[in-house]
């Protein structure tokens, strides 16, 4: 199991999407697997911008909100990295776009602290609660703020 497991995360990985369907096949326990750093398969696929495999493990029933070892939702991932399409598509499937991680941080603390605009203005768009404190007690204004984020500072007043 261990190692089908290994190889399943390492294909996730490469983007290999016919190897990810063959092992799915194999053993549908997979797609909400945790690997060692306490990822889940879509959380990886999102991260590294695999659309195609990350559609197919919310067909095969992934959890969408489920978390990493940190609490980070794969659309938490999507934020800071400013991966728009992917971030769309988890949205439209049902992603909580107001879920905290460990640190009490939203994908819109970590869309604004990563200077993601596009992503920003998605998140808003998709009901993003601006006033959310994180564990240091700022919002995604004041992290623009300390940035010092011109257009996210006008983007969160104006939606504030």
Do not use: W
Request: with cysteine; hydrophobic share 40%; proline share 1%.
């Amino acid at each position: 199991m261990k190692d089908k497991t290994d190889t399943f995360y390492n294909e996730i990985r490469n983007g290999n999407i016919e190897a990810v369907r063959d092992l799915v096949s194999e053993m549908p326990i997979l797609v909400n697997s945790v690997d060692q750093r306490g990822s889940t398969p879509l959380i990886l696929a999102t991260y590294y911008d695999h659309r195609e495999i990350s559609n197919f493990l919310l067909e095969k029933g992934a959890k969408i909100d489920a978390k990493d070892a940190s609490g980070n939702t794969a659309l938490m991932g999507t934020s800071f990295k400013g991966l728009v399409q992917i971030a769309r598509d988890l949205i439209g499937r049902g992603a909580n776009v107001n879920e905290r991680n460990a640190m009490g941080a939203t994908c819109l603390i970590y869309a604004v602290t990563f200077n993601r605009v596009e992503l920003a203005k998605l998140l808003l768009e998709c009901g993003a609660d601006t006033t959310v404190k994180d564990a240091q007690g700022n919002t995604a204004l004041d992290h623009a703020k300390m940035k010092g984020f011109s257009d996210l500072i006008t983007l969160l007043e104006k939606n504030g």
